[in-house]
């Protein structure tokens, strides 16, 4: 009897993605401290949790994410509807990528950019964040910022996209609005408060493209 396929997610590797066999799997986490790895039965379930983040999976059973009683929901509290929230989308990483924010409370869109080329989902939620924070800024709106990608948010405090994504012809736009990005960060001061959107307790961010 032939071996069942599995699909090997690589959150924090050299270099991260899907990975259809152990070794392959294996070489992109050889001699990475703190390597960030999990097996899936499939390909749709592999791309949704690259699409999420490590810790929403990482001691979970059957890689699913544990459900939050009353009690654990609570001690979130409730999240603030003065804000505004953004996420990205990626048909496979890389894929057709892309992006937008929306008024949390009633889903308005306020800027949609894509579909691009060969784009990965932790780029365009990158992108989308540093659009929202200019978008914020040249309303002079004191309104918070959502994002469920804490790697995103984590760049995005660095002033850098960290992706491994290769820069090719087909994607050169999306490393110009990365390139543009960076320095906008680097140019600009902003007061906007970043938060995290807390999906295990609120459920998906309101900016969510419904491609799970």
């Not at 390909?43 to 810790?55: G, H, I, S």
């Not at 491994?164 to 320095?183: G, M, P, Y």
């Not at 970043?194 to 900016?207: F, L, N, R, S, Y």
Request: hydrophobic share 35%; with cysteine; proline share 3%.
């Amino acid at each position: 009897m032939s071996k069942k396929q599995k699909y090997y997610v690589v959150w924090f590797g050299n270099p991260t993605g899907i990975f259809d066999s152990w070794k392959k799997c294996q070489a992109s986490i050889k001699g990475i401290a703190g390597a960030q790895y999990m097996s899936f039965e499939t390909l749709k379930e592999a791309n949704v949790a690259y699409n999420k983040d490590y810790k929403d999976y990482v001691g979970t059973k059957k890689n699913t994410k544990k459900t939050l009683s009353a009690a654990e929901k609570a001690k979130f509290g409730e999240p603030n509807l003065y804000s505004i929230a953004v996420d990205a989308a990626s048909s496979g990483n890389p894929g057709i990528m892309e992006y937008r924010g929306v008024v949390t409370q009633t889903k308005k869109q306020l800027f949609h950019q894509g579909p691009f080329q060969q784009g990965t989902n932790n780029v365009g939620e990158f992108l989308a964040l540093v659009h929202g924070l200019a978008f914020l800024k040249q309303k002079n709106s004191d309104l918070l910022l959502y994002s469920d990608s804490r790697i995103a948010i984590g760049w995005v405090r660095k002033k850098k996209c960290n992706t491994k994504l290769k820069q090719t012809a087909k994607n050169k736009a999306v490393f110009d609005l990365i390139s543009r990005a960076e320095t906008w960060l680097k140019t600009n001061a902003y007061p906007t408060k970043v938060v995290k959107w807390e999906t295990k307790a609120w459920g998906e961010i309101p900016a969510d493209f419904g491609r799970k």
